[in-house]
C-alpha cells in the first residue's frame, strides 16, 4: 500500500522555524517528484512547493520564495520542507503529494493526511 506520512507540524510564535518531513512506506519516493500543499481554515488549498525526482529542480509559490526551502533524501525515502521567518497567515494543515515522473506538473498520484502548523503570538 503506496502510504505518504507526514511529521514535523508544531505550534510557534510568528518568525518561528519548522521542519515537516514527508515519509514514504510501500514505494521509492525517489522515483516521484514531491509536492507540498497546505490549506489554512476556510481557504482553498494552495501550492507551496514542489521538488522533482532528480531533487535539482524546486518551485516555490510566492508567499513561500525566500522563506520556505524543499529538500529531499532519496536515501531515507523522505523529502523535507523547511519552514522559517513563518508568519501567522502561514498557519494550516500541510499536506505532501506524490507525483510519478520526473518533473512537478501538480498530477498527484498519492497524498499524505497532512500536519498541522499553527503561528501565533
Known amino acids: 500500500q503506496l502510504q505518504l506520512v507526514e511529521s514535523g507540524g508544531g505550534s510557534v510564535q510568528p518568525g518561528g522555524s519548522l521542519i515537516l518531513s514527508c515519509a514514504a512506506s510501500g514505494f521509492t519516493l525517489s522515483n516521484y517528484a514531491v509536492g507540498w500543499v497546505r490549506q489554512a481554515p476556510g481557504k482553498e488549498r494552495e501550492g507551496v512547493s514542489c521538488i522533482n525526482r532528480g531533487g535539482d529542480d524546486r518551485n516555490y509559490a510566492p508567499f513561500a520564495e525566500g522563506r520556505f526551502t524543499i529538500s529531499r533524501d532519496n536515501a531515507q525515502n523522505t523529502v523535507l520542507l523547511y519552514l522559517n521567518s513563518l508568519k501567522t497567515e502561514d498557519a494550516g494543515i500541510y499536506s505532501c503529494?506524490?507525483?510519478?515522473?520526473?518533473?512537478?506538473?501538480?498530477?498527484?498520484?498519492?497524498w499524505g493526511q497532512g500536519t498541522q502548523v499553527s503561528v501565533s503570538s
Open positions: 503529494a506524490a507525483e510519478w515522473g520526473s518533473e512537478c506538473t501538480g498530477e498527484f498520484d498519492s
